[in-house]
Nanobody
Framework: QVQLVESGGGSVQAGGSLRLSCAAS????????MGWFRQAPGKEREGVAA????????YYADTVKGRFTVSRDNAGDTLYLQMDNLKPEDTAMYYC?????????????????????WGQGTQVTVSS
């Protein structure tokens, strides 16, 4: 059974760092494009970052570009999100997700309907 499990969330002060992990099981991570999303209370879920199957291409929301780095360890079936210089507005529940297709991924990566499997989320709280 396909499962995605996030970890690494927590509470940090502004300017701090966190590294989120997403462990995949039940399917080979190497075969799929993967994304990170977040949802703050009262707001819509938004795409944060995404990575192509072999890690050759990465995509970022403008709000996190230069601060967040997405990577993957296909051998270990794990996706990562390194978050540096965190800001209070980064506070949200963070989810990893498996893309249903990598076709035209650059155009669709930030749309949550492009993903068919989701983790349960990990909370990130940044205080000022």
């Amino acid at each position: 059974q396909v499962q995605l499990v996030e970890s690494g969330g927590g509470s940090v002060q502004a300017g701090g760092s966190l590294r989120l992990s997403c462990a995949a099981s039940g399917y080979p991570l190497s075969s799929y494009c993967m994304g990170w999303f977040r949802q703050a209370p009262g707001k819509e879920r938004e795409g944060v970052a995404a990575i192509f199957v072999a890690g050759s291409l990465t995509y970022y929301a403008d709000t996190v570009k230069g601060r967040f780095t997405v990577s993957r360890d296909n051998a270990g079936d794990t996706l990562y999100l390194q978050m540096d210089n965190l800001k209070p507005e980064d506070t949200a529940m963070y989810y990893c997700a498996r893309a249903s297709t990598c076709y035209s991924y650059g155009a669709i990566w930030s749309k949550d309907r492009s993903y068919d499997r989701w983790g349960q989320g990990t909370q990130v709280t940044v205080s000022s």
